[in-house]
């Protein structure tokens, strides 16, 4: 049997054309997947359906059970005080470390333009920074947002600066509400008019 033949993911006797059948009569007898967890349901959409809505995180309609832009660490950072520069497009941050280890934390950067019809439904990612804590650290940092960092895509498919009214969240997380029971801690929104 050729390696290429041989599915890693499942027992080494299992091929890729059994894994195939398998999952295709999975896709073909359940038209939306449902999960439990907790008090929470979650859908996931048919495996043939391409469109966008409750696929990614800038599109998901009901709540997701690890959301965009959470990670699993060992330890408790917070993002404690941001500021944004709109001449630099710079964004400051401070962080602290609460636990007694270190830890490697990303630090995120989320917009949601609350004018523009063109908006996609959620926050988008927009910038982040990996910071290294050690126990107890409180650090500075900065964060650079590109030139597209407050633009969305319009019905041309071209990417357009359009509204004058934002919101900037930074944290180590998303702004959402599965992450802050997941963490404890919330995004700092920042209010931002141009």
């Avoid at 027992?11 to 907790?38: L, P, Q």
């Avoid at 959470?70 to 005080?81: D, K």
Wanted: proline share 2%.
């Amino acid at each position: 049997m050729a390696i290429s033949n041989i599915c890693c993911t499942r027992s080494c006797s299992e091929t890729v054309a059994d894994r195939e059948n398998r999952v295709c009569s999975v896709s073909k007898t359940n038209k939306i997947s449902k999960r439990k967890s907790g008090n929470h349901d979650y859908e996931i959409p048919d495996f043939t359906d391409y469109s966008l809505k409750n696929r990614t995180y800038r599109y998901v309609e009901q709540g997701v059970l690890y959301p965009f832009g959470y990670g699993l660490t060992y330890g408790r950072a917070e993002v404690i005080s941001a500021a944004y520069d709109s001449e630099s497009k710079k964004v400051s941050y401070e962080i602290v470390n609460h636990s007694d280890r270190a830890v490697e934390e990303t630090v995120q950067v989320y917009k949601k333009n609350r004018t523009s019809k063109w908006e996609v439904r959620n926050t988008v990612l927009c910038g982040f920074a990996k910071v290294c804590l050690a126990p107890g650290e409180t650090r500075q940092g900065e964060i650079q947002l590109d030139e597209y960092a407050f633009t969305v895509v319009n019905d041309q498919g071209k990417r357009v600066q359009d509204g004058s009214d934002y919101l900037l969240y930074v944290g180590t997380h998303g702004p959402d509400k599965r992450s802050e029971e997941l963490t404890g801690t919330k995004a700092i929104a920042l209010d931002i008019k141009f």
